[in-house]
């Protein structure tokens, strides 16, 4: 198995050097891509099934095999076969896929790896059949969980060892003999070996049977069903396994033993098929979870019932509504204040009108979700919503208009598209602003002259047609032929360039890649405009044409869910349309006033520090260093989050834990961006630009902004909780309330996103980096240091009153507790000041130190001081969380409750007889407190200053 024909070590792309065909090409990809769906859509449901498992059926060992084997193929799913088929689009246009070779080893790597396991994993649930069947009296006894966890793991190691073979000095055809026997021939032979033997055994079972005098009839029948069951299961699983393996077994051995097949120009049909077998391993990982799952009655049940579990969960569903809704309008607003401000007036053409159009559409379908949302909610609570009939007309009309405008601004657009490729010369004299607004007013016209059908004589079979084909229909047709269209005047004029002067080399690369680009463009719209608009389209002719659907309940879930399919383009359409074009970087180019005496900034896609430092070696280091602080971020809080989301013991639900939970969901999203920024640097150690470098840009500086203000203010928040728990411990509950934290943390996440606008405003660029500063380091400093001091203050002033009290004991622990404070307190402000002033300091030299900025070793600091930001949200969840006891206790039950394990409920049972007591105490009129040394409300700060 190779990079170069399913996923060679070799640079060049040696199937390209010898396939030309972009028809092969471009078809393998549409394979692929359909491949990757149902490989990814299939194992991920067949893994949540297992995880969730409602009946607790599928906790036995062949079912860990099979989830491991969902695993496997998941991940080729994921990281190959998505890959392959990239690599082919390029291929499609004769083009290498710009990728450092690195990703390619990594690729192979995994591919290698998942499909030892995948085979490995057949053939230990073929073994672990044959043994339930030749030894069914101690199958439970020596087939057990914790075996087969080691089992498991062994793979696994093994894969990967597997995988380091050609580091070392062994040949490539020696480790591509030893690749294809681990992975084929021998899984292949046990396979064959394992089924014979459990035919055999399954056949002495039933012969036993007829021998024996106590065995019925029905014994009799079950074992001869059985047996044909096993002879159909065994004949799929060897005929699959060797359909999809064995051609490429057999297209190796010739590559390599037989002369006239190897790689030169005389092959080529031998290496078209060579490659078709390549794809062919990939269909093992779709067919797998149909094979050895869900063709089960008890996964079947499983997901059925994590489908009821779904659909039981109507009020989350009900939320969703709102955050969709508030996606669209916040998405589409932002995009129209975006061409509104327009600081480069670049946003003023035709096309950008029609898509500021289609974003007045979409953010009045926003609008119109929102009160479905609503009329949902209050259907949910079986309440009769006030003023109905006005809200479904309201509804009704903003849907037929929007959808409508939204489709045929598509059109539009597509067509001026079209008219810049066939007719360049006469673009700008077609295609004016004047004519764009006429059409924008007789689209609105039109789209509101829709909505009065219903009011007519027209039958309402005939209007829901008329819609169907008006709205649907009609556009999908005219889109399909306008991008024929589009793509055959992109291939003529790539012919009449190559066929013209000297220029034509470099002309025709820019058609190509426009070609490319167009395709990629033209393949998203498509599908989403299939994917939104045709199962309505569907539904809304059964409705009509299928008696049996108007009766179905079933069916009109379907029509219901499929109608709110449409408002998902209005939230993909600013990113489709607008976000992926290069204007945003006019937005977001946060430093480019101060360096622009340096390099020539003019084109939004160059890489400032790229032009400026040229060392491969220092940012290979960065590279390096930035991959493990993105693990370590994301592992460390995403097992946080789980942990509090799961909490067996629900004692995780109290206001500071919302706001530690607050804090990892943004140091989850800054170790995501983290790793962008990894890969970013990757490329820059290749002297590379990042292909989409301003659209990365615009995510990085907004994910930074949000999340590092959010931190910042949610460690504000908590030490002011602890504030007040140590000096009004008597009031903190009714302060410091659950509601009141959500309100926080909504308004804190309303306030980062805010400032994400302030650069397409008129603020100068100095102006924004000093508030910028400001926000995110000089204030939290100031406040921390504040609100520690008046805690170290009142822990004191809290000791010394115990103490003249008489309360000595509580009052030693309230010194440790003071002790244990001071030390908090210090690595807390520590890890703040060590994180944040680097980059503090560096920014204030960068604007008011004329020398600093054409210092390249100033640079080079300065991107190192960067990188200090990202080690906070690594530490995070250790000097919050990991801590404290609670935590602790929380994780270890969650581990628990993964393996298997049924939790010691000790504590629980600690609790419901304490609190029995508590009650039988209060009916005597004996209070709890009795006998103990402390006074009332001493314990309560105790509590909630625990994780501080």
């Known amino acids: ?265 005389d092959s080529i049909r031998f290496h078209k098929t060579d490659v078709i077998t390549s794809r062919f391993i990939f269909f093992n990982s779709a067919i797998n979870p149909f094979v ?131 007719r360049p010369l006469e673009y700008k004299s077609i295609i004016t602003a004047k004519r764009i607004k006429i059409f924008i007013v007789v689209v609105w016209v039109i789209s509101l002259s829709t909505c009065v059908f219903p009011v007519t004589s027209v039958p309402q079979n005939i209007y829901e047609l008329i819609y169907a084909h008006t709205h649907a229909s009609l556009p999908a047709v005219l889109l399909a032929l306008i991008y024929v269209s589009v793509f055959r005047a992109l291939a003529r004029r790539s012919r009449d360039l190559q066929l013209s002067g000297s220029k034509s080399i470099s002309d025709n690369k820019h058609v190509l890649e426009r070609q490319r680009k167009m395709t990629l463009t033209v393949i998203i719209i498509l599908g989403l405009f299939f994917m939104t608009y045709m199962p309505q389209y569907i539904t809304v002719h059964l409705l009509h044409f299928c008696k049996s659907c108007q009766e179905s309940i079933n069916f009109h879930k379907v029509d219901v869910a499929a109608s709110r399919l449409l408002c998902l383009s209005s939230a993909m359409n600013p990113f489709v349309y607008a976000w992926r074009i290069f204007f945003l970087s006019s937005c977001y180019n946060l430093r480019a006033p101060a360096k622009k005496n340096m390099a020539n900034l003019s084109d939004p896609n160059n890489d400032f520090y790229l032009m400026i430092i040229q060392d491969k070696e220092y940012w290979l280091s960065l590279a390096v260093v930035g991959f493990i602080l993105a693990i370590v971020i994301i592992v460390g809080n995403s ?128 102006t924004y980096t000093l508030i910028y500063l400001h926000t995110h380091a000089t204030l939290p400093a100031i406040l921390l240091t504040v609100i520690y001091v008046h805690v170290f203050r009142a822990l004191g002033k809290r000791t010394r009153e115990l103490q003249k009290e008489g309360y000595n004991s509580i009052a030693a622990n309230s010194l440790e507790r003071k002790r244990n404070m001071a030390v908090t307190i210090i690595v807390i402000l520590v890890l703040f000041f060590i994180t944040y002033m680097p980059q503090y300091i560096t920014l204030h030299l960068l604007y008011f130190c004329e020398s600093c900025r054409d210092s390249k070793t100033f640079h080079m600091i300065d991107v190192v001081l960067s990188r200090f930001l990202y080690i906070n949200s690594a530490l995070n969840p250790f000097v919050y969380a990991w801590r404290v006891p609670k935590y602790r206790r929380a994780f270890s039950d969650c581990w628990q409750m993964c393996i298997g394990r049924h939790i010691f409920d000790g504590s629980s049972s600690y609790i419901s007889s304490f609190r029995s007591t508590r009650r039988q105490t209060e009916k005597i009129g004996v209070s709890p407190e009795i006998g103990r040394d402390k006074p009332r409300g001493v314990s309560d700060p105790s509590e909630m200053t625990s994780q501080f």
């Open 1 to 265: 198995m190779s990079w170069q024909n399913s996923t060679s070590r070799v640079p060049s792309d040696v199937y390209l050097q010898i396939i030309n065909e972009p028809e092969y090409w471009l078809t393998l990809a549409v394979v692929g891509f359909a491949l990757s769906a149902v490989t990814v859509v299939a194992n991920s449901i067949l893994l949540a099934t297992i995880w969730h498992d409602p009946l607790r059926s599928l906790r036995t060992p062949p079912c860990l095999l099979i989830a491991n084997l969902s695993l496997a193929d998941l991940l080729v799913g994921l990281c190959v076969i998505p890959m392959v088929t990239l690599r082919d689009v390029y291929r499609s246009f004769l083009q290498m896929l710009p990728l450092p070779s690195i990703v390619g080893t990594i690729t192979s790597c995994i591919l290698s790896a998942t499909l030892f396991v995948s085979s490995a994993t057949i053939v230990a649930m073929s073994a672990a059949c044959f043994y339930a069947i030749d030894n069914p009296i101690r199958y439970k006894t020596n087939m057990t969980k914790k075996r087969i966890y080691w089992l498991i793991v062994m793979v696994w190691i093994a894969s990967v060892l597997i995988c380091c073979l050609p580091v070392t000095t062994i040949p490539e055809n020696t480790f591509m003999l030893i690749y294809m026997h681990t992975h084929i021939s021998l899984p292949a032979l046990l396979l064959m070996i394992i089924y014979i033997k459990g035919f055999r055994s399954l056949s002495q079972r039933r012969r036993e049977l007829l021998q024996s005098t106590n065995a019925s009839v029905r014994n009799h029948k079950l074992a001869l069903e059985r047996k044909r069951n096993m002879a159909v299961i065994v004949t799929t699983i060897l005929m699959m396994f060797y359909i999809s393996y064995l051609p490429r077994f057999i297209i190796f051995h010739l590559e390599n033993f037989c002369s006239p097949c190897q790689i030169n120009e």
């Open 292 to 422: 050895y799952a869900w063709r089960m009655p008890k996964y079947r049940r499983s997901l059925v019932s994590c489908w009821k579990a779904l659909q039981s969960k109507l009020k989350s569903t009900l939320k969703l509504g709102y955050i969709f809704a508030t996606a669209i309008i916040f998405t589409n607003a932002f995009l129209l204040f975006t061409i509104y401000q327009d600081p480069r007036k670049s946003l003023r053409s035709p096309s950008s009108l029609l898509i500021a159009n289609l974003s007045v559409s979409d953010l009045l379908l926003g609008f119109g979700v929102l009160l479905i949302a609503v009329r949902d909610t209050y259907r949910y609570k079986q309440l009769h919503m006030p003023f109905i009939g006005i809200i479904k007309a309201v509804i009704y009309i903003i849907h037929i208009t929007t959808v409508f405008i939204g489709g045929y601004s598509i059109i539009a657009m597509s067509i001026a598209c079209y008219i810049a490729i066939s």
């Open 639 to 766: 097992i946080l989050l789980f942990t509090t989301y799961k909490n067996p013991r629900r004692s995780l639900r109290t206001p500071p834990s919302y706001l530690i939970t607050n804090l990892s969901v943004s140091d989850l999203l800054l170790g995501l961006n983290v790793l962008v920024v990894a890969v970013r640097d990757v490329y820059r150690s290749q002297l590379q630009q990042m292909p989409s470098a301003m659209l990365f840009r615009a995510i990085i500086y907004t994910v930074v902004t949000t999340t590092l203000f959010v931190s910042s203010y949610s460690i504000i928040a908590m030490s002011l909780t602890c504030d007040i728990a140590i000096s009004k411990p008597m009031e903190y509950k009714s302060i410091i309330t659950k509601r009141r934290t959500k309100i926080f943390v909504a308004v804190l996440w309303l306030i980062s996103l805010t400032t994400c606008i302030l650069p397409v405003t008129n603020v100068s660029e100095e």
